[in-house]
């Protein structure tokens, strides 16, 4: 019995130095992959409690081309990202309503969504940018875009207040604290 615990001690711990030893691979050696970095992936790039960001890249080999790809592609994002953001609230909205749930309240919700959100992009303003020539002479134009959350909620103010059907139940506190919570999720990376 002390013969097979003097044997076993000495396999436990080779055993366990060998294994303490031995590392993974990292996986650009396993698979031969590269992580790369994009452009405009810090924090400051993303969405937070004010301003609404979206980031894409363009490929041509005509750079005003380029940067015309870049600048749809980021747009159609933020348009997204915005309607989306308008949907959230807007529902949570109407469902808050005490005044019962109307079908055509909901769809002028809806239409107003998609208004604001067409206003919104016409003051969108470049927050950078950068151009990147590759080997084959084409050019990547990245860009991030970025709309002030105050400018899309007074838009939003605006066109509920001048609907007269909307604005019976309106209640502007009650839609900005919705509005602010939902940005708020958006800065936390809720959504």
């Given amino acids: 019995m ?14 366990t130095v060998v294994g303490c030893k031995s590392k993974a691979k990292p996986l650009e050696k396993q698979t031969g992959a590269v992580e790369l970095s994009l452009p405009f992936s810090s924090k400051e790039y993303k969405t ?9 890249l363009g490929k041509s080999p005509d750079l005003a081309a380029a940067k015309k790809i870049a600048m749809n592609n980021a747009k159609s994002e ?3 990202n915005i309607q989306s953001m308008i949907k959230k609230v807007t529902d949570q909205y109407t469902n808050q309503r005490t005044a019962g749930k109307d079908q055509e309240y909901e769809n002028k919700f809806e239409e107003l969504g998609r208004e ?12 950078d940018e950068k151009v990147f020539q590759e080997s084959n002479g084409s050019y990547t134009y990245w860009v991030a875009l970025e709309a002030d959350k105050k400018e899309v909620f ?6 509920i207040s001048a609907d007269k059907k909307l604005q019976v139940d ?5 839609f900005q604290n919705i509005f602010d919570a939902e940005m708020k999720k958006a800065a936390d990376g809720q959504q």
Avoid at 49 to 56: I, L, M, S, V
């Fill in 154 to 159: 007074k838009q939003l103010d605006t066109q």
């Fill in 78 to 80: 933020m348009a997204s």
């Fill in 116 to 127: 604001v959100t067409n206003q919104s992009l016409a003051n969108v303003v470049v927050k």
């Fill in 170 to 174: 309106y209640d502007k506190q009650k």
């Fill in 48 to 56: 937070d409690q004010d301003f609404y960001r979206a980031k894409n």
């Fill in 2 to 15: 002390k013969t097979t615990k003097l044997i076993l001690i000495p396999a436990l711990v080779m055993l």
